[in-house]
């Protein structure tokens, strides 16, 4: 995803796989005093997990082809 990074492109995968995943984690998990979810942090939690799983299979495992 990265091509632009050279030699670095491990550690910029690596950075951006625990910005997106905390993201993720955050946004789908999150609730309110009331325990009620939130609509927007669900939708970028969703987002951020999509990300996070295509960067994943393509770039770190190589498994799949996007």
């Not at 995968?13 to 669900?42: E, M, Y």
């Not at 996070?52 to 799949?64: C, Q, R, T």
Request: no cysteine; proline share 2%; hydrophobic share 60%.
């Amino acid at each position: 995803m990265f091509e632009f990074a050279g030699d670095l492109e491990p550690l910029v995968n690596t950075v951006f796989l625990v910005a997106t995943g905390f993201i993720a984690w955050h946004g789908i998990r999150f609730r309110d005093a009331d325990g009620n979810t939130d609509f927007v942090r669900l939708l970028f939690g969703s987002i951020a997990a999509v990300f996070f799983f295509m960067v994943l299979f393509e770039d770190v495992l190589g498994v799949v082809d996007f």
